[in-house]
């Protein structure tokens, strides 16, 4: 059974820094691309970032020069580093494989920016 639980979300002020963590369980990290999503309130879940299985990143425009996506296999963990926060970075945070697969989904990580 895959568990990925997220963690590390808060609250920050705009132009402050998060960094996101996903440990996994139940699967090999290494055998997956990986991305980061997130849902905020009244809108669907949306793509942030993903990481191919050889470390190659890829971002949506909205967070492009300001996330960094990375993963250490070793650890079977993925993370997220947040730079130059804005309000509209306020969601919740999950990690999911990508493509996502349903039955991955974790409870995610309240990430809140303040203006």
């Known amino acids: 059974q895959v568990q990925l639980v997220e963690s590390g979300g808060g609250l920050v002020q705009a132009g402050g820094s998060l960094r996101l963590s996903c440990a996994a369980s139940?699967?090999?990290?290494?055998?997956?691309?990986m991305g980061w999503y997130r849902q905020a309130p009244g809108k669907q879940r949306e793509l942030v970032a993903s990481?191919?299985?050889?470390?190659?990143?890829n971002y949506a425009d909205s967070v492009k020069g300001r996330f960094t996506i990375s993963r250490d296999n070793a650890k079977n963990t993925v993370y997220l580093q947040m730079n130059s926060l804005k309000p509209e970075d306020t969601a919740v945070y999950y990690c999911?494989?990508?493509?996502?697969?349903?039955?991955?989904w974790g409870q995610g990580t309240q990430v809140t920016v303040s203006s």
């Open positions: 999911n494989r990508y493509p996502s697969i349903t039955s991955w």
């Open positions: 990481i191919t299985r050889d470390g190659r990143p």
């Open positions: 139940g699967m090999m990290l290494s055998f997956n691309a």
